[in-house]
């Protein structure tokens, strides 16, 4: 079932969800050579405690840490470890979550360690402005497969390949909450959306095949042939006036990350 949100519950969420995006800026400006993922996942649970609210990951379904970290290869769920550590050149996705006030927020960006090749820049630039597209379809009377077609036909158009194994979903009181997001699909199918529903929206993109693996400490998604995967996620409101990013301050502009 689809719950949709009050304006108060909204405004909670934002609170959540500024939150996460504080903790996700910041550890994007603590992201150099040498740092150990298990640093970024330490800095974002102290934070968040520090913050009065408690990281959304850490024990969900048994996952030890409270931010998922995943390099290069690695699609989602990458386990923070002090052994960990990032290289010139590395991509370094960040998924975090955090729950307040009995609400959740969730986002992920993906950021260069150091200077990066041209083609991972692009993997990244081409993977966020694929949540932009699916962004702009978050609106009323639209359909959910209007949101997953967005990205898939930007990524596609754009010669890279969409996960289907990892969806976007809706999210509130839990973290996740009907409806399942694909982002792939046709236009036009689906639920209508309609105000109050809150999505994660959260493009997983490969430069080579969609097929994932999970290794064998049964959470690391990597990219079955090993090329390169990026991945952006934001908590998005369906409103009257258009989307609600709600993981990011009211009054940022420009690309979404």
């Known amino acids: 079932m689809v ?18 995006w504080d903790v996700l800026e910041k550890m994007r400006a603590m992201v150099k050579p040498g740092i150990s993922t298990k ?26 840490g409270s931010v998922c970290t995943s390099i290069n290869e690695e699609v ?14 590395d991509i370094l996705s960040m998924d975090f979550g955090v729950v307040m006030e009995g609400y959740y927020g969730d986002a992920a960006l993906t950021v260069p360690v150091g200077k ?45 390949s969409v996960v289907r194994e990892f969806v976007g979903h809706g999210i509130g009181t839990k973290m996740h909450e009907d409806p399942q997001l694909p982002n792939y699909g046709p236009p036009g199918q689906g639920p209508r959306l309609q105000e109050g529903m809150v999505l994660a929206i ?14 064998d400490d049964e959470w690391t998604a ?7 995967s990026a991945h952006f ?10 989307p609600w990013i709600l993981t990011r301050p009211r009054e940022a502009t420009g690309p979404v990350w």
């Not at 609210?53 to 048994?62: I, L, Q, V």
């Not at 989602?76 to 050149?89: A, Q």
């Not at 990597?222 to 390169?228: E, I, L, N, P, R």
């Open 3 to 20: 719950i949709c949100k009050s304006t108060a519950e909204l405004e909670k969420m934002h609170r959540a969800g500024l939150l996460v």
């Open 39 to 64: 640093e970024l996942d330490e800095f974002a649970e102290d934070y968040t405690r520090q913050h009065k609210a408690k990281p959304a990951f850490k024990g969900y379904r048994g996952y030890p």
């Open 76 to 89: 989602v769920h990458g386990i923070p470890s002090p052994s960990r550590k990032v290289k010139e050149g």
């Open 116 to 160: 990066i090749v041209p083609e991972r820049e692009k993997l990244l630039r081409v993977t966020r402005e694929s949540l932009e597209h699916a962004i702009e379809k978050v609106r009323p009377g639209n359909r959910l497969g209007d949101i997953s077609a967005a990205v898939q036909q930007w990524v596609e158009k754009n010669g890279y």
């Open 202 to 215: 959260e493009p997983m993109v490969n430069t080579g095949s969609p097929a994932v693996k999970v290794l």
């Open 222 to 228: 990597v990219t079955a042939d090993g090329s390169d």
């Open 233 to 242: 996620e934001h908590t998005v409101a369906v409103t009257a006036n258009g």
